[in-house]
């Protein structure tokens, strides 16, 4: 399971990161968090099985480590 830094700077450099308007006011996360890009707040993220829908996530994570 990924950890809060990573999916953080994943949704940072992912070129397909697309932020789920569905959550709104309703979600649990501050203003603040939500003015930088993590797969919390992606379409993409699954959040009952915390992985990504379009199976990006692990090739973005390990083009951070190449980095």
């Known amino acids: 399971m990924a950890n809060?830094?990573?999916?953080?700077?994943?949704g940072e450099m992912c070129p397909d990161f697309s932020y789920d308007d569905s959550l709104g006011k309703a979600s649990a996360m501050?203003?603040?968090?939500?003015?930088?890009r993590s797969c919390e707040i992606c379409t993409h993220w699954d959040v009952k099985n915390q992985k990504c829908?379009?199976?990006?996530?692990d090739d973005v994570l390990t083009s951070l480590d190449q980095t």
């Open 53 to 57: 829908r379009i199976d990006v996530f």
């Open 30 to 36: 501050s203003i603040a968090d939500t003015s930088s």
């Open 4 to 10: 809060r830094d990573q999916l953080k700077a994943v």
